[in-house]
């Protein structure tokens, strides 16, 4: 069986493939979690393999053999934790099975040994000329010093490093390295003298923005306003309606195309749309024809499935209504540079997805500093207008 090969756009931007939503950590804050209350593993647990929450190895190759291979455009594997898919043994399975250059978002969950034989010789495929590593690890203190004997980052340094041993360029510069280690500007993290110690001259080691509320305070930089703290500060007491679409292509676990983050871990938060995919497997995975029926009555559906062969790029083009603006996560509304580095280069702002439309109440766009710059991103709500005083 063949599938029509996908049509990628010029300007698409990234290619995000959720392999699993399950994770061997259980952190206090997890970018998965939409509300971020510290409930990973009651939203995501890890279950019996008899529960079908993902596609076959088979059944990715068959997918991703649609997207047309760019040695500038990776396919990023990520979760949840990438590295527990199919019992730990299916990366090497779906690399085998494609030409593709793959990036890998991992905390390490296995051992440097144990991963890259579960590799089947494919580290190649995670390894491309970038000015970042393609393996990018990230570093939990709390539940690595847990899981380590309080040696978390001593212990992830030392797997990272040890990936030399298997073929990985590892190098303490960025662009000259396979793998790094990456954490997150939490307001709870700090670096120490200890951590400097450890990676210094041995692998790369950056922190990364962190993105969201913490104790009342909204950190981050958007170009929506509101768009992820409109509920968790009580700015507003329910989500407003906007027009929004995508400019990346997200995979989750099962096949389905989402148009946005908060859309897939939302659903997945409430166990996955696993009863959906068993009727679309039923109907040979024909989303565009039968999709809106066996989504009926959910505000939250995704705009297509990878395996179904009516699938088009097109499909994230459209700008869809949605009711959920406030409720965003942040890596869709944060300002960031595109992969042809348009903000550092030429000053214009990246996000993950576009909104136009947005239905925000007068009161609210009172409160904006560049009410100016921002006003022919919304439309006003006419009730709320017309109360304005």
């Known amino acids: 069986m063949t599938l029509p090969a996908l049509e990628l756009p010029a300007t698409l931007n990234y290619i995000g493939l959720f392999l699993t939503l399950e994770c061997n950590l259980n952190c206090s804050y997890c970018i998965n979690d939409p509300e971020q209350a510290g409930q990973r593993n009651r939203l995501f647990p890890i279950q019996a393999q008899s529960v079908r929450k993902s596609l076959t190895p088979d059944e990715w190759a ?3 053999g649609r997207i047309p291979f760019r040695a500038d455009l990776p396919i990023t594997l990520q979760g949840g934790e990438p590295m527990l898919y199919w019992g730990g043994r299916g990366l090497g399975l779906i690399l085998s099975c494609t030409e593709h250059y793959f990036d890998l978002l991992t905390n390490f969950a296995l051992k440097p040994e144990v991963f890259t034989r579960n590799l089947l010789g494919q580290q190649k495929k995670l390894q491309r000329d ?21 040696r978390g980052f001593a212990e992830l340094v030392d797997r990272c490093e040890s990936l030399r041993d298997y073929g990985f360029r590892v190098s303490p510069v960025k662009a000259n390295s396979d793998v790094g280690i990456y954490m997150v500007e939490h307001p709870e993290n700090s670096v120490t003298q200890d951590m400097m110690a450890a990676y210094t001259g041995r692998v790369p080691f950056e922190t990364k923005e962190f993105l969201g509320v913490h104790d009342g305070l909204l950190y981050g930089h958007y170009l929506y306003p509101f768009s992820t703290d409109l509920m968790l ?3 507003h007491d329910m989500p407003l309606r906007c027009e929004c679409r995508t400019t990346e292509l997200l995979i989750d676990p099962l096949g389905f195309v989402w148009g946005c983050h908060y859309y897939l871990y939302h659903r ?4 996955g749309p696993v009863r959906e995919f068993a009727e679309l497997e039923k109907v040979e995975y024909r989303y565009r024809e039968r999709g809106e029926n066996i989504f009926l009555g959910q505000a939250m559906a995704p705009v297509g499935h990878l395996l179904d062969p009516d699938f088009s790029i097109d499909a994230l083009s459209e700008f869809r209504l949605c009711e959920q603006y406030g409720h965003c996560i942040g890596c869709d509304t944060k300002v960031k540079n595109d992969r042809f580095q348009s903000f550092y280069d030429r000053g214009v702002p990246h996000t993950s997805v576009q909104m136009r439309n947005i239905e925000m109440p007068e009161k609210l766009l009172s409160l904006l500093d560049e009410r100016d710059r921002v006003r022919p991103l919304f439309k006003v709500a006419e009730k709320e207008d017309s109360h304005a005083s």
């Open 268 to 271: 997945w938060s409430d166990g």
């Open 62 to 64: 068959l997918a991703l």
């Open 130 to 150: 970038a000015p970042y590593p393609s393996i990018r690890v990230s570093y939990h203190a709390d539940e690595m010093n847990r899981s380590w004997a309080n």
């Open 233 to 235: 500060r009580g700015i």
